[in-house]
T-cell receptor
Framework: GNSVTQMEGPVTLSEEAFLTINCTYT??????LFWYVQYPGEGLQLLLK?????DKGSNKGFEATYRKETTSFHLEKGSVQVSDSAVYFC????????????FGKGTRLHILP | DSGVTQTPKHLITATGQRVTLRCSPR?????VYWYQQSLDQGLQFLIQ???????AKGNILERFSAQQFPDLHSELNLSSLELGDSALYFC?????????????FGQGTRLTVV
């Protein structure tokens, strides 16, 4: 079945450091891919998405490129801020299968001032 | 504000009891998803409804059930509660026929079983 694997956390970085959170997926069809962010005490919010191969999603300085050849959707940011501290979830949605939205286990990010 | 409303925000109950969690989707969204988030299990998909019908089932225990009503709100019923059911329960809604659109999440219901 479909699945999402993302790097385990927690990830601790200093402010202004470069961030990469790895995400790879397994899917039988051609899913859409998403990154969600969960700030402390809140629900999940969409951060960015990509709906087909080679698409790049971007928002708030974060970027991720849909790589079909490596089945990956890694999240990157050039210069992180303390306010980026949160849990990040990679997810996929594949209507060709059963429309479940499958999430990775989440990666907790701590940014130190 | 995502437009998805979940009630109650917090719930504390004893083992063996039954509770009902409620979700109102965004206006116009026909699809509702339920997820359970616990510290060690991440975000687990429980069940999905589309326009009143069950569409997909995940790791939902037999003690749990859900339904979606004609006005599209959904309820998740948890019975014979155990300590291990303590978790954050999220509802999300989406336009089911378009996989390029994201799901919008509510703020969650934090269930504590004591």
């Amino acid at each position: 079945g479909n699945s999402v694997t993302q790097m385990e956390g927690p990830v601790t970085l200093s402010e202004e450091a470069f961030l990469t959170i790895n995400c790879t997926y397994t899917a039988t069809g051609y899913p859409s891919l998403f990154w969600y962010v969960q700030y402390p005490g809140e629900g999940l919010q969409l951060l960015l998405k990509a709906t087909k191969a080679d698409d790049k999603g971007s928002n708030k300085g974060f970027e991720a490129t849909y790589r079909k050849e490596t089945t990956s959707f890694h999240l990157e940011k050039g210069s992180v801020q303390v306010s980026d501290s949160a849990v990040y979830f990679c997810a996929l949605r594949d209507l060709n299968r059963d429309d479940k939205i499958i999430f990775g286990k989440g990666t907790r990010l701590h940014i130190l001032p | 504000d995502s437009g998805v409303t979940q009630t109650p925000k917090h719930l504390i109950t004893a083992t063996g009891q039954r509770v009902t969690l409620r979700c109102s989707p965004r206006s116009g969204d026909l699809s509702v998803y339920w997820y359970q988030q616990s510290l060690d299990q991440g975000l687990q998909f429980l069940i999905q409804y589309y326009n009143g019908e069950e569409r997909a089932k995940g790791n939902i225990l037999e003690r749990f059930s859900a339904q979606q009503f004609p006005d599209l709100h959904s309820e998740l019923n948890l019975s014979s509660l155990e300590l291990g059911d303590s978790a954050l329960y999220f509802c999300a809604s989406s336009v089911a026929t378009d996989m390029n659109t994201e799901a919008f999440f509510g703020q969650g219901t934090r269930l504590t079983v004591v």
